[in-house]
């Protein structure tokens, strides 16, 4: 990557090529796997894809009402990134100060 050229380099494995792209703006997901402490405390199980088990629209876990979850660690249909935890924390306060 040569972020002043605005220009990233991406190599085939199996190729074994590369080839240069013009970006304006460039984001990276890295490949995740599941939390061991949700998944070795139950909240988290295969039936959830080993993420938290929370509600989609509420962030609370579906089991146990006093958790709530945000970021790449819940079961929900979005991206697991900053701006989907950002708005998502709106929610968790609102919610979680109507719990308490």
């Not at 997901?29 to 599941?34: D, S, V, W």
């Not at 709530?68 to 701006?83: A, E, M, Q, R």
């Amino acid at each position: 990557m040569n972020k002043d050229t605005q220009e990233a380099i991406f190599w085939d494995p199996k190729t074994n090529s590369t080839v240069t792209k013009k970006y304006n703006s460039l984001y990276s997901l890295m490949p995740t796997t599941y939390h061991k402490n949700l998944v070795d405390s139950g909240l988290a199980t295969k039936d959830s894809n080993f993420l938290l088990d929370v509600d989609h629209e509420t962030l609370q876990h579906k089991k146990y009402k006093n958790i709530f979850g945000l970021g790449d660690v819940c079961n929900l249909p979005t991206s697991k990134n900053f701006w989907a935890t950002f708005h998502q924390v709106h929610v968790v306060r609102d919610n979680l100060m109507n719990f308490i």
